[in-house]
């Protein structure tokens, strides 16, 4: 079972494996198979959920609240986290001329009754700014989140893919601090952990979620130097330690991090998050994390 861990000092507690849903739409369940899945990673413990409004072309938040509605009870069992801010070009939306980011007040209070209606629920857990946006204004998105708290529909709020100064910036003006910073970590991209982000999130005793674990399947695919070269010390560790599959290796690699990331699974079927929540069960040493960090940077520590 799936421990929960309590991410930032004033809540909320989350699992310590999230289930991603931004692939949903490619999934091709029927609503039934949708609430199966759901039902099966709650039952793992993975009871926390990822969303953003515009994953699968902003169906995919509908496509999961068609599955909740089925069996409404389920609400009670997870936490859910969508975000924002994020402005696609779309058929849904003629009117774009290229994509964009909007953080005004108006455009998140649209955007949290569009998740809610899209999801069946009557609040969030935790609502991220999805990236970070050179024309925000930190006072009017502060105010923003605290009228969203004051009338119920959000519970938390955090940030995505923020440097620390963006960070730092907006949560000087909240009452209710962030709860985390959703960020890209894994063995091909982990400057988060020498760019001060990780850094600012110990500090403060909040811990990341983590996307791109498994970098978009180009530890894999690719055949690259560097690819090859992590692919073949993952390998190396995995017999190690007895792991079943690299991707083990490599959730394993990211929650050594003292900052305690979250790993997001990105996968639909239920065999890859029971192995993925495996890798609970292995703790590498700091000669095998840093193995892996020389193999990413092709050359050793300084």
Not at 160 to 181: D, G, M
Not at 186 to 214: K, R, Y
Not at 267 to 291: C, H, M, N, P
Request: net charge negative.
């Amino acid at each position: 079972m799936v421990p929960t861990t309590t991410i930032a000092p004033q809540g909320p507690e989350f699992s310590r494996f999230v289930q991603g849903y931004w692939r949903l739409a490619d999934w091709g369940l029927t609503p039934q198979q949708r609430l199966t899945f759901l039902k099966q990673h709650v039952d793992l413990g993975v009871t926390t959920v990822d969303h953003a409004d515009i994953y699968g072309n902003y169906e995919c938040e509908a496509l999961f609240g068609e599955a909740l509605k089925l069996d409404p009870s389920m609400r009670e069992q997870i936490q859910i986290v969508t975000k924002c801010d994020i402005k696609l070009c779309s058929d849904k939306f003629p009117e774009r001329k290229i994509n964009h980011y909007d953080t005004s007040a108006a455009y998140i209070y649209e955007s949290v009754n569009n998740a809610l209606q899209r999801l069946n629920v009557e609040q969030l857990d935790v609502l991220l700014i999805h990236r970070p946006d050179v024309l925000m204004d930190a006072d009017e998105v502060a105010e923003a989140f605290q009228e969203l708290y004051k009338i119920g529909k959000v519970k938390h709020f955090g940030v995505s893919n923020f440097s620390s100064a963006q960070f730092s910036l907006l949560q000087s003006r909240l009452s209710k601090p962030l709860v985390t910073n959703q960020v890209e970590i894994n063995p091909l991209n982990f400057e988060v952990a020498h760019d001060g982000t990780l850094d600012l999130l110990q500090q403060m005793s909040i811990q990341p979620m983590a996307w791109s674990c498994l970098a978009g399947g180009r530890l894999f695919s690719n055949n690259d130097e560097q690819a090859k070269r992590v692919r073949a010390e993952l390998d190396a560790i995995r017999e190690e330690i007895g792991a079943q599959s690299i991707d083990q290796v490599i959730f394993a690699w990211i929650m050594r991090l003292p900052s305690k990331p979250l790993p997001i699974i990105g996968s639909g079927k239920i065999e890859r998050v029971e192995a993925a929540v495996q890798s609970l069960d292995f703790t590498l040493t700091r000669e095998q994390w840093y193995r892996v960090w020389v193999a990413s940077k092709g050359y050793n520590v300084p």
